[in-house]
């Protein structure tokens, strides 16, 4: 595998995807958690100190341009703007996180469709 880098600037245009919250439960005050992410997680409880479930219903892309706007042109965008857009052979996320020697991402092996 080549050491290359190649360092893509971003453009100044990000591209979201609505996102339709709905509360599914709440887990009362004194729940325990085991965070498997390799950060802090600061999860903001509601009034009386418990921390609520929601599902999510994913909805427009904005900040993208339409399909085929310029031959030749791939854009990349998050993971979650591309997973919306199936379709869109245009459109891609960064490939698997390469980390250094602590764990801290510091780019990625390609791009993923």
């Avoid at 995807?17 to 999860?43: D, K, R």
């Avoid at 999510?56 to 900040?63: K, L, M």
């Avoid at 979650?80 to 857009?85: D, E, F, G, P, R």
Wanted: glycine share 10%; proline share 7%.
């Amino acid at each position: 595998m080549s050491n290359n880098i190649m360092n893509i600037q971003p453009s100044g245009q990000i591209s979201r995807v609505n996102q339709e919250m709905t509360l599914v439960a709440v887990y009362p005050a004194g729940t325990q958690f085991v965070n498997l992410t390799p950060h802090v997680l600061s999860v903001h409880t509601n009034a009386e100190g418990s921390i609520e479930l929601y599902s999510v219903e994913y909805g427009e892309v904005t900040g993208l341009p339409p399909e085929k706007w310029k031959k030749g042109v791939v854009y990349i965008t998050s993971g979650m703007v591309n997973a919306a857009l199936p379709h869109r052979s245009d459109v891609v996320s960064p490939g698997e996180l390469v980390r250094d020697e602590n764990g801290k991402p510091i780019g990625c092996k390609g791009l993923r469709k």
